[in-house]
């Protein structure tokens, strides 16, 4: 058994492994250049994500899967049709994500992926631009001893995020078409562009789609299940005063530069995010423009609680009022938008989908934990569409960086616990304990 153990619950049932293992597969797409790019006005950003889209689309249809085919924005939807016997109890339809893109951060062209076989503990030196994986950065690295360490050789990105997760959930079709004794329910695939610039997910059909829910699978460390996003929302603060000529300012201008530095000198040193973690939210000033007239700083303001964004929100306004007070004759206004919600506001009410993920992975032989993610996912943006849909770990590791790496039990446990999954919902459904 190359890829799959015997799952506990089952009986002595062997597993017939995957025609491409998930590593050869994960080698294969990572070699695949499928970089987006920021401020583009087409879904995709760059061409190049077809050609890995274009594989998809293929590798699918031979693998016997149903429905395949790309839309015109380079979302690739497939599904696999329940195989569970007539007279059995509902299951739900779930569906599996991933994305095709690698981050605008670092290349992701010619890609030449490392195999350290057999990992002996110690910092791993990469050849090119001398980049080292170190222990004391990467502490995780003690837990893989043994294993085989996939790594780049330090020129470009590994594209583990989010190959790895296409590769595992291919490795799911792949070992399912194989495996006809395996029960499931239907199960929606979809492979999606341009998550790493935020914009692919708007073209994603969630009705085309057919699931009830979904997982992301674009996380982090073995085990590492993500239910909870930020609350994240962008305020604009536009300071105007009185632009003159300065020889002849005196008494007349009034220089909205300095009210801007005194605003933002007032926003409190331990609410940015240099200086929180875990589950403190914050607020952070990150770009802006410095004018006479007119200036202006956008704010990102991130909580996982609503009342905890409300409360910074409130925080910027009434350093506004004390600013303007401060500097008479400036107006300040404060322009707030949502960019997305903490997705758990939705998941609180499936709370199946996180508690089969958790069995799925002690199945597999993985300690599943839960993790808030300091950040937003296509997930948290489809839980508000009406696909609920947590994220699961990938194995991956130093994500957008080039000393990005995964390992062989990283990609092999992620495709296992994929395959535990749709047979949970499907024993669920048999025993009437669907939650449904
Ligand atoms: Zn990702």
């Not at 050789?153 to 997760?165: E, F, I, N, R, V």
Request: net charge negative.
């Amino acid at each position: 058994m190359a890829v799959v153990s015997q799952q506990p619950r089952a009986s002595s049932r062997l597993v017939s492994p995957p025609g491409e293992s998930v590593v050869d597969r994960f080698l294969r797409y990572v070699r695949i250049d499928t970089q987006s790019q920021e401020d583009q006005s087409t879904t995709p950003s760059t061409k190049k994500q077809w050609t890995l889209a274009n594989q998809l689309v293929d590798e699918l249809r031979q693998l016997g899967a149903s429905n395949v085919r790309a839309s015109e924005s380079c979302v690739v939807y497939a599904s696999i049709p329940s195989n569970l016997p007539a007279g059995s109890g509902r299951v739900p339809a779930i569906g599996f994500l991933a994305h095709v893109d690698t981050s605008p951060a670092v290349s992701g062209a010619n890609v030449r992926p490392l195999i350290h076989r057999n990992y002996r503990g110690g910092d791993i030196q990469l050849p090119g631009e001398s980049q080292v994986i170190t222990v004391a950065q990467n502490p995780l690295l003690a837990e893989l001893i043994g294993d085989d360490i996939i790594t780049t050789d330090g020129t470009t990105l590994l594209g583990s995020d989010d190959k790895a997760g296409v590769a595992a959930i291919m490795t799911l079709v792949d070992l399912l078409a194989r495996n006809p004794d395996i029960r499931h329910g239907p199960i929606s695939i979809g492979f999606t562009p341009d998550e790493e610039i935020g914009s692919g997910i708007d073209k994603f059909d969630v009705g085309a789609f057919g699931a009830e829910f979904a997982y992301t699978v674009d996380g982090g460390e073995l085990g590492e299940i993500n239910e909870e996003t930020w609350s994240a929302r962008l305020a604009t603060v536009t300071i105007r005063g009185r632009s003159t000529h300065p020889g002849t300012a005196k008494g007349v201008m009034i220089n909205a530069i300095h009210a801007l530095a005194e605003y933002l000198g007032k926003l409190p040193g331990d609410m940015l995010p240099e200086t929180t973690d875990d589950r403190v939210g914050f607020v952070h000033p990150y770009t802006g423009v410095l004018d006479v007239e007119t200036s202006t700083v956008k704010i990102l303001l991130r909580d996982f609680e609503l009342s905890g964004l409300e409360a910074k929100e409130t925080l910027l306004r009434d350093i506004g009022t004390e600013t303007e007070r401060a500097h008479p004759g400036v107006s300040i206004t404060i322009d707030v938008k949502e960019n997305y919600k903490n997705m758990k506001e939705i998941l609180k009410d499936h709370p199946e989908l996180t508690a089969n993920a958790f069995e799925a992975a002690r199945r597999a032989g993985v300690t599943p934990f839960m993790k808030p993610i300091r950040g937003g996912t296509d997930g948290s943006k489809l839980t508000f569409r009406g696909l609920p849909c947590p994220n699961i770990f990938t194995g991956g590791h130093n994500f957008h960086g080039k000393t990005e790496f995964n390992s062989r039990r990283g990609l092999e446990k992620t495709t296992e616990t994929l395959l535990h999954l749709v047979q949970i919902f499907a024993e669920q459904g048999n025993d009437g304990t669907s939650s449904r």
